[in-house]
C-alpha cells in the first residue's frame, strides 16, 4: 500500500485547510486510515482516524469540533477538514493506514503504512 499526501499549506489562525490522503495497491487490506501530525521538537501525536469497515471516526481531545475526517471509498482517499486553525496546530502532518487494528491508541512503531508529510503552517 502507498499514500500519497496533499494539500498542506500556510494559513492564518481561524482559517481552514483540507489534507488528503490517497492510497494505492492492496488498498482492500486497510482497516483504518488517519492522520498523525508532529511539530517541531514534539512527539509525533495521533490527530483522527476513519475505519474502512464500518466508517466510524476518531479523534483526539486537541481537534474535536474542529477537524473532521472523512473518506470516498470509491477513490481510496482520505480527507482531513481542519476549521478554526490555531498557532499550536502548525506541524508537519502524516498519513497513516493499518491492517486489522486501530489506529487510536497504537504504538506508532506498529503502523503499516506511512504516507510523506505534508507541513501545515498556521500564522497569526
Known amino acids: 500500500v502507498q499514500l500519497q499526501a496533499s494539500g498542506g499549506g500556510l494559513v492564518q489562525a481561524g482559517g481552514s485547510l483540507r489534507l488528503s490522503c490517497a492510497a494505492s495497491g492492496r488498498t482492500f487490506s486497510i482497516y483504518e486510515m488517519g492522520w498523525f501530525r508532529q511539530a517541531p521538537g514534539k512527539e509525533r501525536e495521533f490527530v483522527a482516524a476513519v475505519r474502512t469497515t464500518d466508517g466510524n471516526t476518531y479523534y483526539a481531545d486537541l481537534v474535536k469540533g474542529r477537524f473532521t475526517i472523512s473518506r470516498d471509498n470509491v477513490k481510496d482517499t482520505v480527507y482531513l477538514h481542519m476549521n478554526s486553525l490555531k498557532l499550536e496546530d502548525t506541524a508537519v502532518y502524516y498519513c497513516?493506514?493499518?491492517?486489522?487494528?486501530?489506529?487510536?491508541?497504537?504504538?506508532?512503531?506498529?503502523?503499516?503504512?506511512w504516507g510523506k508529510g505534508t507541513q501545515v503552517t498556521v500564522s497569526s
Open positions: 497513516a493506514a493499518v491492517r486489522g487494528f486501530s489506529l487510536v491508541d497504537t504504538n506508532i512503531k506498529n503502523i503499516n503504512y
